[in-house]
């Protein structure tokens, strides 16, 4: 029986078009279940009042959580939002969730706890059981390191006892025990909640933070990229600028 290549070129041809066929029609639908091309801007919310952010956001097809109260900013009312992530201008796909934070309806004052010349973990942790948050580190000189000696609250100093709102942020002025620089840690695959008090801990400080677009829940969020870069060296109280992917990624 002599063999047919005519007939078998046709079918060769046949079988690539049925396959491009198929793979354009899967590609297609997926695209179009996964909403490929329908992208949002996320609109700006800061300042907005929590009804006034949510209608926003019903209108581009968008949900909201609230992550937590700020420490309570007098540049804008009470149960305003003061921030957002992702934040304006981001593009993000219909139905993405945007964390805001908001400033607090209520204002409530705690005594600030003695600090002087306690340890810089101490202080972290008297801090935050007082309610009060974490701002930057700030290196000064003195023979003890990590010693604290002092604190500020925007630039001003604040004294043992001084009565100050709840989630106030604090910087904390410490001692840098006659050192200049740290060695970085590797902090890869730390999730987005661990960071800061991290980097504390090491004398430094959170920089500025990217969030990979596909993220679907930022507080779960893990690191996969750093700079300065792990195991080299930088001056006491340096910013670590991170980058953020999604934690089932």
């Not at 909201?64 to 921030?83: E, K, L, M, W």
């Not at 500020?152 to 604090?170: G, M, Q, R």
């Not at 430094?204 to 679907?216: M, Q, R, V």
Request: hydrophobic share 40%; proline share 5%; net charge positive.
């Amino acid at each position: 029986m002599k063999f047919n290549y005519r007939f078998f070129l046709y079918l060769l041809f046949f079988s690539l078009v049925c396959c491009f066929l198929v793979f354009t029609i899967i590609d297609v639908s997926l695209k179009k279940y996964t909403r490929h091309y329908d992208i949002i801007n996320v609109p700006s919310l800061v300042g907005l009042s929590l009804l006034s952010a949510q209608d926003t956001l019903i209108k581009n097809k968008l949900t909201f959580t609230i992550i937590d109260s700020t420490a309570y900013n007098p540049q804008y009312t009470r149960g305003a939002v003061v921030a957002h992530n992702p934040k304006a201008g981001s593009l993000v796909k219909p139905g993405r969730k945007i964390y805001l934070t908001m400033n607090p309806l209520t204002i409530h004052y705690v005594p600030l706890p003695d600090l002087k010349n306690k340890s810089l973990r101490q202080g972290i942790s008297l801090l935050e059981s007082h309610a009060f948050r974490i701002g930057n580190l700030h290196y000064v000189d003195y023979f003890a390191k990590d010693v604290i000696r002092f604190l500020k609250v925007n630039s001003d100093i604040v004294n043992a006892h001084d009565s100050l709102p709840k989630f106030t942020i604090i910087d904390l002025y410490v001692g840098d025990g006659q050192e200049q620089n740290v060695s970085i840690p590797d902090i890869s695959g730390l999730a987005f909640s661990q960071i800061k008090r991290k980097l504390n801990n090491y004398s430094l400080n959170l920089g500025p933070c990217h969030f990979n677009g596909d993220i679907s829940d930022t507080l779960q969020s893990v690191i996969y990229k750093q700079e300065p870069l792990a195991d080299t060296k930088a001056p006491l109280g340096s910013y670590i600028e991170v980058w953020f992917k999604d934690s089932l990624n």
